[in-house]
């Protein structure tokens, strides 16, 4: 029989995409030996390029070289998943958690990503849903609010989703996002008439969100979650 | 379990035991969550099955693994010629923008890939216990299948699996 939901946040604000990557691969060693709880990283990156095992380049408009000239970074990744761009305003969860423990398969945990990106913009009176059969995210009509990533290992999550809440949207305009052409990106604030409060209270609500949705019944915030951890360095 | 009573049924009506057909050489049971499962495989609790002929064990994944991932678009195998261990990933697949590892319920020597699911990765929900095999393997350590879970065992072990959600 399994005991209460435990959950803990680590709030991290900006963070470089490869520093998050390493520690993800870290927490996931960890929640593997059970020597953490389900964690959730909440946080935002530098404007980054990213894309998943397919490797699929062909989705990147412009040549890599550019990048530096927009300000951006490149990184090819282990999820699932297009190519895909995330930034300062975007907000992302990494949840690392074990599937086996809950029950869930891949889809299933997939679904409760995307309702956790759908109940968040219902906050903000804005009517989005899951993609239809491949296209794997959140839409309000045709405009993508809302994109998801995975990794799952021995039953171990990592990724996870990222929401745009106000990002620089002409990023977006040198990929093809997701590898779907001739739909557009959208975000919170293009989508709402209502006045949106500060990132970080929208941050909040979206790990609340998650939170419920994963019927977590204790949710601990860990006290200066840092990349470094206490008894280690990242090589 | 209604195919079972079906398939009973009917034999009794065609007075045939299912015993006497040598070529119905898998017979099936039946988990609560209705995916299927087959006898004479041995399972992994990470969802991969073993059918082990004579030197050589194939791998694949079960129906129970297909239907809890979605639809396959993507496999990664490794090389013929390489080597697995019980336990450790040997590839992957990505469904619903998920990439999930693939872990070898035993040791030893790829022997044969099933190049087949790189064009069609579907086959591996359509037809996870025969068409979509991933991997054959010369087993190093035969003893290790019997670490492995039989059929009614791996039933049980999806049923608490899923009832915990």
């Given at each position: 029989m399994r005991g209460p939901l435990k959950l803990e946040v680590w709030k991290m604000g900006f963070v470089n995409y490869l520093e998050a990557l390493k520690l993800q691969e870290k927490l996931v060693s960890d929640r593997k030996l059970c020597r953490i709880p389900d964690t959730l990283l909440s946080l935002q990156h530098p404007p980054t390029y990213t894309l998943g095992k397919?490797?699929?380049?062909?989705?990147?408009?412009?040549?890599?070289?550019e990048l530096k000239n927009i300000g951006a970074e490149l990184h090819y990744t282990q999820r699932g998943g297009d190519i895909t761009f995330h930034g300062p305003h975007q907000a992302i969860l990494y949840p690392i958690i074990s599937l086996r423990e809950m029950g869930l398969g891949a889809r299933n945990y997939v679904e409760k990503l995307e309702s956790t990106m759908i109940e968040l913009s219902s906050l903000y009176g804005v009517k989005a849903c899951a993609g239809k059969k491949c296209e794997t995210g959140v839409w309000v009509g045709e405009r993508k609010i809302g994109a998801i990533g995975v990794r799952i290992s021995s039953g171990i999550t990592s990724h996870g989703l990222a929401f745009n809440i106000?990002?620089?949207?002409?990023?977006?305009?040198?990929i093809v996002p997701c590898g779907i052409t001739d739909k557009e990106v959208t975000s919170l604030r293009r989508e709402t008439s209502t006045a949106l409060p500060s990132e970080e209270v929208i941050q909040e609500q979206l790990i609340s969100c998650f939170a419920r949705l994963f019927g977590y019944n204790t949710v601990v915030q860990k006290e200066?979650?840092?990349?470094?951890s206490d008894h280690e360095e990242i090589a | 379990m209604a195919l079972t009573l079906w398939a009973s049924s009917t034999a009794n009506a065609l007075k045939?035991?299912?015993?006497?057909?040598?070529?119905?050489s898998l017979a099936f049971s039946f988990s609560r969550c209705f995916s299927t499962v087959l006898d004479g495989l041995k399972y992994a609790n990470s969802h991969e099955w073993v059918k082990h002929e004579g030197s050589v064990a194939t791998i694949g994944i079960t129906d129970h693994a297909q239907d809890h991932l979605g639809e396959v678009v993507f496999v990664e195998l490794p090389e013929p010629g390489g080597s697995v261990s019980q336990g450790k990933g040997f590839g992957a697949v990505e469904s619903v923008k998920a990439t999930s590892d693939i872990n070898s319920p035993i040791s030893g020597e790829?022997?044969?890939?099933?190049?087949?699911l790189t064009e069609a990765p579907g086959l591996i929900n359509k037809s996870?216990?025969?068409?979509?095999w991933m991997i054959k393997v010369k087993p190093s350590?035969?003893?290790?299948?019997?670490s492995l879970m039989g059929s009614k065992e791996y039933t049980k072990f999806c049923e608490e699996e899923d009832a915990s959600h």
């Open positions: 397919r490797r699929t380049d062909h989705n990147l408009l412009i040549p890599e070289s106000d990002p620089e949207l002409e990023y977006f305009k040198h200066n979650p840092s990349i470094l | 045939i035991s299912c015993a006497s057909k040598p070529h119905l790829v022997v044969e890939v099933n190049s087949k996870p216990y025969e068409e979509g350590s035969p003893s290790e299948l019997e």
